[in-house]
C-alpha cells in the first residue's frame, strides 16, 4: 500500500511514499522489471524522467528492465477523458466543439507532466490536423513537493560525503526545479518548438510542427500534427524503407547541430519523443516532439565543449587536459601531463570500436574515478547536455550498433571550428560587429572634443573607458585585419 500525497501527509507523506516506492523489490507478485516501473510511475514525474533516461542505456541494465523501462516514454497511465475535456472548456471558456471540429478523447500518447489528444482545425480556422497537449491536472503540487524531497537529499550528500561539495548536487537539483517548472508551462513550450522549427527551417535533417498560437495557452499547447514511426520501432522503420544508417549519423549531425551552430538543444529525445518520416519527400527525417526541456549554451561553453570534443576526436589527449584546467571545471593546480595520462587510459581502449563493442558501464565508472582523483567539479549548466548526450549515444547504440560515434562526429566538429575560428570565422565576426562600429567610431571626435572644452573631464574620461571597453573586441578583430591585409599588400609589392 502506498501512501497518499495529498494535504493530510503533506512533505512527510511523499517522503515516506518515495521510501516505499524504492522497496518495490519486496513485492513479488510481478516480474522485478514490472515492479520497478509500477514504482516508479507511483513515486511521480521527477522518477519517471529518471526511467526515461535510464530505458535508452540498454548496456547499462539488464535487457528486461530497460524494455519495460521503455513504456515510461510515452505510456505512462492518462487522466481520464472526461478531466481532460473539462480542462480545455475552462481553458477556453466554452465547448470543445466550438473550438476544434473533432477531438479524439482517446489521448495518443501520455506522459508524467501531460498527455496529448488529436484534433481537426474547423474550416474557418483552415481545417488542418493538429496535437492538442493537456496539462495534467494538479501536477504543480507534486512535482514542488518531489524537488522538495530532492533538494533535502542533495543537501544531506553534499554535507555528509566527502565528494559532495565537488558534485554540486544542490547546484543540480536547482537547474532541474528550473527546467521542470518551465515545462509545466506550455507557452514555454510553444515557444521553444517555435525556436527549434526556425532554426531547421529548410533543414533535410529534422522536421519541427507548426506551433498554432492563437490555441496555445499556459495549460494547453496546438501544433502541427505530424506524422511518423517512433524510431525505437527499427523493424518497422526498415519494412518502410528508411535507411537506419543513415538515420543514426544524421541524429548524431542534429545533435552537434543544435549544441554548437545554436546553443539551443532539444533536451528530452527518449525515443518516444521521436519520430521518423516515412512518406514522400521528407522520408528518413527526423520529427521531433515535446519541447517542454530545451537546454542552452554561452558563447563560452560552446567554445571549451568544442575544443574538448575535438581534442578528445583527435586523441590529443593533453589539449583535453588543458582545455579542462581553462575553463576552471579542473583546479589550476592540476598537473597536465598526470590529467593527460589519466584521460588516455580512459578514452583510449574505445576508440576505432563501433558501439555494440564499448562498455559504457566501464567507460562511465573510469571517468568517475578519474573526476574524483582530480577533483573534477560537475558543472550544473552541463547536465542536460550530458543527460541528452547519453540520450543521442543510447538512440545510435539501438539504431545501428555498428555506428562509429568518433568518425561520423569528428568531420562537423572541425569544420565548425574552421567557422568559428578560421577565416570564416573572421569575416562572419566582422560583418556581424559592423553596425556596432558604424554607431561608436563617429562618436568619438564629440566626445574628444568635450574632454578639452569643457570641465566635465572625470565624466568624460568615464565615458570613454567605458565605450573602449564596449570596442575591445571590435578594435582586436579589426587590428587583426589590417595586419592581415596589410601582409597581403606587401607581399604583391614586393614580388
Known amino acids: 500500500m502506498i501512501l497518499d500525497s495529498g494535504p493530510v501527509f503533506g512533505f512527510s507523506g511523499r517522503a515516506l511514499r518515495a521510501l516505499q516506492g524504492l522497496m518495490f523489490w519486496r513485492d513479488l507478485s510481478a516480474p522485478r522489471a514490472v515492479r520497478l516501473r509500477l514504482a516508479l510511475e507511483d513515486l511521480g514525474p521527477i522518477f519517471v524522467k529518471f526511467g526515461q533516461v535510464l530505458s535508452t542505456r540498454r548496456d547499462l541494465m539488464p535487457m528486461d528492465i530497460a524494455e519495460e523501462l521503455a513504456a515510461l516514454q510515452d505510456r505512462v497511465p492518462p487522466f481520464s477523458s472526461e478531466l481532460?475535456?473539462?480542462?480545455?472548456?475552462?481553458?477556453?471558456?466554452?465547448?470543445?466543439?466550438?473550438?476544434?471540429?473533432?477531438?479524439?478523447?482517446?489521448?495518443?500518447?501520455?506522459?508524467?507532466?501531460?498527455?496529448?489528444h488529436f484534433a481537426t482545425l474547423h474550416e474557418k480556422d483552415g481545417g488542418r490536423e493538429v496535437a492538442v497537449k493537456i496539462l495534467r491536472p494538479g501536477i504543480e503540487p507534486v512535482i514542488d513537493h518531489d524537488l522538495a524531497l530532492l533538494q533535502v537529499a542533495a543537501s544531506l550528500l553534499e554535507t555528509l560525503w566527502v565528494d559532495g561539495p565537488r558534485l554540486k548536487p544542490r547546484e543540480v537539483v536547482a537547474e532541474f526545479d528550473?527546467?521542470?517548472?518551465?515545462?509545466?508551462?506550455?507557452?514555454?513550450?510553444?515557444?521553444?518548438?517555435?525556436q527549434l522549427r526556425r532554426n531547421f527551417a529548410g533543414s533535410d535533417l529534422l522536421m519541427v510542427p507548426e506551433v498554432h498560437w492563437d490555441w496555445c495557452l499556459r495549460n494547453v499547447m496546438v501544433m502541427e500534427r505530424m506524422h511518423g514511426i517512433q524510431i525505437s520501432q527499427v523493424e518497422h522503420l526498415r519494412e518502410a524503407g528508411v535507411d537506419i544508417p543513415a538515420i543514426a549519423r544524421a541524429g548524431v549531425e542534429i545533435f552537434f547541430t543544435q549544441v554548437f551552430r545554436d546553443g539551443f538543444f532539444h533536451a528530452d529525445m527518449h525515443?518516444?519523443?521521436?519520430?521518423?518520416?516515412?512518406?514522400?519527400?521528407?522520408?528518413?527525417?527526423?520529427?521531433a516532439l515535446d519541447f517542454g526541456i530545451v537546454g542552452t549554451l554561452t558563447d563560452?561553453?560552446?567554445?571549451?565543449?568544442?575544443?574538448?570534443?575535438?581534442?578528445?576526436?583527435?586523441?590529443?589527449?593533453?589539449?583535453?587536459?588543458?582545455?579542462?584546467?581553462?575553463?576552471?571545471?579542473?583546479?589550476?593546480?592540476?598537473?597536465?601531463?598526470?590529467?593527460?595520462?589519466?584521460?588516455?587510459?580512459?578514452?583510449?581502449?574505445?576508440?576505432?570500436?563501433?558501439?555494440?563493442?564499448?562498455?559504457?558501464?566501464?567507460?562511465?565508472?573510469?571517468?568517475?574515478?578519474?573526476?574524483?582523483?582530480?577533483?573534477?567539479?560537475?558543472?550544473?549548466?552541463?547536465?542536460?547536455?550530458?543527460?541528452?548526450l547519453l540520450n543521442v549515444e543510447g538512440l545510435g547504440r539501438q539504431l545501428d550498433p555498428d555506428l562509429d560515434l568518433w568518425k561520423t562526429a569528428k568531420p562537423y566538429l572541425e569544420r565548425w571550428m574552421s567557422e568559428q575560428l578560421g577565416w570564416r570565422g573572421l569575416v562572419n565576426n566582422l560583418k556581424r560587429e559592423a553596425p556596432s562600429w558604424a554607431t561608436l567610431l563617429p562618436a568619438?571626435?564629440?566626445?574628444?572634443?568635450?574632454?578639452?572644452?569643457?570641465?566635465?573631464?572625470?565624466?568624460?574620461?568615464?565615458?570613454?573607458?567605458?565605450?573602449?571597453?564596449?570596442e575591445t573586441q571590435q578594435s582586436r578583430l579589426l587590428a587583426a585585419l589590417v595586419l592581415v591585409l596589410t601582409g597581403i599588400l606587401l607581399a604583391l609589392v614586393l614580388r
Open 271 to 287: 525515443p518516444g519523443n521521436i519520430l521518423v518520416a516515412t512518406e514522400g519527400d521528407a522520408k528518413g527525417r527526423y520529427i
Open 84 to 116: 481532460a475535456m473539462t480542462e480545455l472548456e475552462r481553458a477556453y471558456g466554452r465547448p470543445v466543439h466550438e473550438v476544434f471540429a473533432t477531438f479524439e478523447r482517446e489521448p495518443v500518447a501520455s506522459a508524467s507532466v501531460a498527455q496529448v
Open 178 to 194: 528550473k527546467y521542470l517548472h518551465d515545462e509545466l508551462d506550455l507557452m514555454r513550450e510553444a515557444a521553444n518548438c517555435s
Open 300 to 388: 563560452v561553453d560552446k567554445a571549451y565543449l568544442a575544443q574538448n570534443f575535438l581534442a578528445f576526436f583527435r586523441r590529443d589527449y593533453k589539449r583535453v587536459a588543458e582545455a579542462h584546467i581553462e575553463s576552471g571545471w579542473a583546479p589550476k593546480d592540476t598537473r597536465v601531463d598526470e590529467f593527460e595520462a589519466a584521460v588516455r587510459a580512459v578514452c583510449e581502449p574505445i576508440f576505432d570500436r563501433p558501439l555494440k563493442e564499448i562498455s559504457f558501464g566501464r567507460v562511465l565508472l573510469r571517468l568517475f574515478q578519474t573526476s574524483r582523483r582530480f577533483n573534477v567539479e560537475v558543472q550544473p549548466q552541463l547536465v542536460l547536455l550530458q543527460k541528452t
Open 444 to 470: 568619438l571626435p564629440r566626445l574628444a572634443h568635450q574632454a578639452l572644452s569643457t570641465d566635465r573631464h572625470d565624466e568624460l574620461l568615464a565615458e570613454l573607458t567605458a565605450l573602449r571597453a564596449e
